[in-house]
T-cell receptor
């Protein structure tokens, strides 16, 4: 069982909806990540929170908004999404800033109608 | 930024045979190279990793080799078993000192173990 928990597992939303994806880890990790994965493609980095400091992939549209309430929780707020945003959204955590193992959750499957 | 190329995209081997997946990276400053296995409906899971100060690392049936000069690294799986069937991703990471930078992944290899 993964130690990174993501909710919901599946989400269907319209283009005018506002929704959020949630991620939680209790391993004491100080870095958390959001990745987007399309079918038959590798994960693409969207956002990194390291010691609660945000780093952004500048290609990510502003309709995606991350939030890190504390070092154990990570949210991804979704607003005015497009059908092409339909994908698997993966949360991951790692012990710290130095590259090391990423622990992935099982993902939230998002469908935008 | 970093660019990681991975080959082949699909690899089919007989059960018991060996499988080799190869990756190249572009940024000579990259210093961490993990391999992830992703099964259907699950998130990627680390199977082995190597840092730039090491040339080879082995864990039971799995080994990774790194050639820093040529900027390529490879995954070797021996005595393949049906449960090895999955998508495998190589990745590269550079620690810039400014915080966690995440990983740049290769495009993945779908490994199929034929019974």
């Amino acid at each position: 069982d993964t130690e990174v928990t993501q909710t919901p597992k599946h989400l269907v939303m319209g283009m005018t909806n506002k929704k959020s994806l949630k991620c939680e880890q209790h391993m004491g990790h100080r870095a958390m990540y959001w990745y987007k994965q399309k079918a038959k493609k590798p994960p693409e980095l969207m956002f990194v929170y390291s010691y609660e400091k945000l780093s952004i992939n500048e290609s990510v549209p502003s309709r995606f908004s991350p939030e890190c309430p504390n070092s154990s929780l990570l949210n991804l707020h979704l607003h005015a999404l497009q059908p092409e945003d339909s994908a698997l959204y993966l949360c991951a955590s790692s012990q710290g800033a130095y590259p090391g193992e990423l622990f992935f959750g099982e993902g939230s499957r998002l469908t935008v109608l | 930024g970093e660019n990681v190329e991975q080959h082949p995209s699909t690899l089919s081997v007989q059960e018991g045979d060996s499988a080799v997946i190869k990756c190249t990276y572009s940024d000579s400053a990259s210093n961490y190279f993990p391999w992830y296995k992703q099964e259907l409906g699950k998130g990627p899971q680390l199977i082995i990793d190597i840092r730039s100060n090491v040339g080879e690392k082995k864990d039971q049936r799995i080994a990774v080799t790194l050639n820093k000069t040529a900027k390529h690294f490879s995954l070797h799986i021996t005595e393949t078993q049906p449960e090895d069937s999955a998508v495998y991703f190589c990745a590269a990471s550079l620690y810039s000192g400014g915080g966690a930078d995440g990983l740049t992944f290769g495009k993945g290899t779908h490994l199929i173990i034929q019974p």
